[in-house]
């Protein structure tokens, strides 16, 4: 199994940036397509982005798009999620998500791994 643990959270001002890591135990990291999913308060947990297994493909929430970007680093089991251009509206519990065998479409749903979450709040 791979165990995930996040790390990058924190407070900015609107128009700041952050970068979230994704640290993954395990010797199959690479079989594992990869995201981040967020969840703000009182709201459902959502899809934010993902990264195919050899990082070659990638898929994002439209509402990001141009302002964050996700990437993996095999040789060291991380996955990483660039925020640039924060505004309120991204402030949420941002969490990592692995699925074994996944794509960048069928882990917007469903996951087999979770970690516990970075708080990330944007301040205006």
């Known amino acids: 199994q791979v165990q995930l643990v996040e790390s990058g959270g924190g407070l900015v001002q609107a128009g700041g940036s952050l970068r979230l890591s994704c640290a993954a135990s395990g010797r199959t990291f690479s079989t594992y397509a990869m995201g981040w999913f967020r969840q703000a308060p009182g709201k459902e947990r959502e899809f934010v982005a993902a990264i195919s297994r050899a990082g070659s493909v990638t898929n994002y929430k439209d509402s990001v798009k141009g302002r964050f970007t996700i990437s993996r680093e095999n040789a060291k089991n991380t996955v990483s999620l660039q925020m640039n251009s924060l505004t309120p509206e991204d402030t949420a519990v941002y969490y990592c998500?692995?699925?074994?065998?996944?794509?960048?479409?069928?882990?917007?749903?469903?996951?087999?791994?979770w970690g516990q979450g970075t708080q990330v709040t944007v301040s205006a």
């Open positions: 998500a692995a699925k074994l065998y996944g794509t960048t479409q069928t882990m917007t749903t469903q996951n087999d791994y």
